[in-house]
């Protein structure tokens, strides 16, 4: 097919390794950014057609019409860092990677999906295919649709397998990780059209080594009024390793008042409830770096990859099913909250498939597999893709490189968990750039103090409002509230997650409904 033949009809991303396609595909490098992106996806697939995703190194979110064959293909990236939704309207293929403009079609009668809240009640997160719209569902990460005006075909084109190589040594593997960073790093560079970028940073060895291996000029981190001295306060290691590397440092102080008045807004433009609180954060965080900057790093994919949460850790019995390393409701409490509940609705129904497929790997890679094709996608990148989105800025998460995921599924588990440490071989690697103690710190993230908010009557009464309202009513047992509303003010805090999922799902419910 001719390049002159391929529309780009939706382009949400970017793509890293421009400058060695634009020489593949002799593209003039000098063009602006958007009009050298639409002649790469072009000619990308006027020349490899549907494997142009395996050329591509980036966050992608494309929807393509060929008038040769008169189809259009709708793509998400291999691991899912931006959105993209589908729906059949009227005989038309709707897409975007904003929920919203679909269901805002005048031909679109919106329905929630109650299965879907099933799901959301246990795992804190929309998970898998569907939404919470009856008839609009999410392109899996590694997918394509092909439509050809009549029947929307679903194609896999990448599944993230782990083939542990146990030829190398930890350090061999942790060369070869400093190597595939460095490369990836070297092309964030190459885009001289984005001159000043800023990156966000925790005290952890994610973002402390994405700071340090990039060529960002700030770190950007979060602290929260009233807990500067507590384990919620992750800026003073932030500012640490900050001065050590040289870089400067802005920190956005988060007050409750201001976490709680930004909560609808963010519900809002994520288009879906999202039981993660750190959304709100990262939000609020991404607004402050709007103010001097358009572009920022974010080092999300390390856990996912190389093993990094608590969860990767333990053991689960032959007999059981990995259901993600996130959940907060087990199925009893979720039939006593709802009134309409389904008993052939299973939490593990959006991870059969993917349990399948696994079967035969070791346990660390079963996990791991799982929590990059529903986990990592559908809470992670569905918070740093509309949040930022939202802001106005654009984030780069080099870290979720494909070509990182490559050299991590390589890597034997026992490299991934060693001297007590998870992620061992990539803090190895780390310690190239960083001291030990910053590389080899206990993992942190960006905790959020929402379970000492949530219970204070001074920034609570919105809460309370919606878990008692109208829309609550129509769909939960209210003397089931009640009971969880009362133990989580008695001091039950282990019920915050729960009570902070709900809440934000009601408020969603009436926003949209």
């Not at 602006?32 to 992608?60: C, N, P, V």
């Not at 990262?282 to 390390?302: Q, R």
């Amino acid at each position: 097919m001719e390049a002159s033949t391929v529309q780009v009809r939706y382009f949400s991303g970017y793509i890293r390794n421009f400058k060695k396609l634009c020489d593949e595909l002799s593209i003039e490098q000098s063009l602006g950014r958007e009009q050298r992106e639409t002649e790469i996806l072009k000619r990308a697939f006027s020349k490899w057609g549907t494997d142009m995703m395996s050329h591509l190194y980036g966050a992608f979110a494309i929807a393509l019409y060929d008038e040769s064959s008169d189809k259009l293909y709708v793509i998400r990236d291999q691991v899912g860092q931006k959105q993209m939704f589908y729906a059949v309207i009227g005989g038309e293929l709707l897409c975007s990677g904003d929920i919203d403009e679909i269901v805002s079609d005048p031909r679109f009668e919106k329905k929630l999906n109650r299965r879907m809240l099933q799901q959301y009640l246990f795992y804190g997160y929309p998970i898998g295919e569907e939404t919470f719209y009856e008839g609009v569902y999410k392109l899996k990460p590694g997918h394509y649709i092909e439509w050809d005006g009549k029947v929307a075909s679903v194609n896999c084109y990448f599944k993230p397998v782990f083939e542990p190589d146990t030829s190398k040594t930890v350090d061999e593997w942790a060369d070869e990780l400093k190597r595939v960073v460095s490369e990836i790093l070297d092309e964030e560079r190459q885009d001289t059209q984005l001159p000043y970028k800023e990156s966000f940073l925790s005290g952890g060895v994610d973002s402390s080594y994405l700071l340090a291996a990039s060529d960002a000029q700030a770190a950007n981190t979060v602290g929260y009024v009233g807990f500067e001295d507590s384990g919620f306060d992750e800026s003073a290691l932030a500012k640490k390793t900050a001065d050590i590397l040289g870089k400067g440092f802005n920190k956005k102080m988060i007050s409750p008042e201001e976490y709680f008045d930004r909560i609808p807004t963010v519900i809002d433009k994520l288009g879906q409830p999202l039981g993660d609180a750190s959304a709100v954060a990262f939000s609020i965080g991404c607004a402050a770096v709007k103010e001097h900057a358009d572009v920022v790093y974010s080092g999300e994919g390390i856990d996912e990859f190389f093993g990094g949460y608590n969860a990767h850790k333990r053991h689960i019995p032959s007999d059981w099913v990995y259901l993600t390393c996130s959940h907060i409701m087990n199925e009893d409490v979720i039939k006593a909250l709802l009134k309409d509940y389904d008993p052939s609705v299973k939490p593990a129904d959006p991870i059969a498939d993917i349990w399948q497929d696994v079967q035969g790997a070791d346990e660390l890679a079963q996990k791991l597999t799982v929590d990059i094709s529903l986990w990592l996608e559908g809470d992670i990148y569905l918070n740093t893709d509309r949040t930022s989105t939202a802001c106005g800025i654009e984030l780069h998460t080099p870290f979720s490189d494909l070509r990182l995921f490559d050299a991590a599924r390589k890597i034997p588990a026992e490299y991934k968990f060693a001297e007590d440490q998870n992620k061992y071989v990539f803090r190895k690697a780390a310690s190239s750039v960083l001291p030990d103690e910053v590389a080899f710190r206990k993992k942190v993230g960006f905790p959020v103090p929402v379970k000492k908010w949530l219970a204070d009557s001074r920034y609570n009464k919105q809460v309370e409002e919606k878990l008692f309202g109208e829309s609550s009513q129509q769909l939960f047992d209210q003397s089931e509230i009640k009971d969880m509303w009362s133990r989580f003010i008695g001091g039950e805090e282990l019920l915050w997650n729960r009570v902070y999922a709900v809440y934000v799902f009601l408020l969603w419910y009436d926003i949209k409904f």
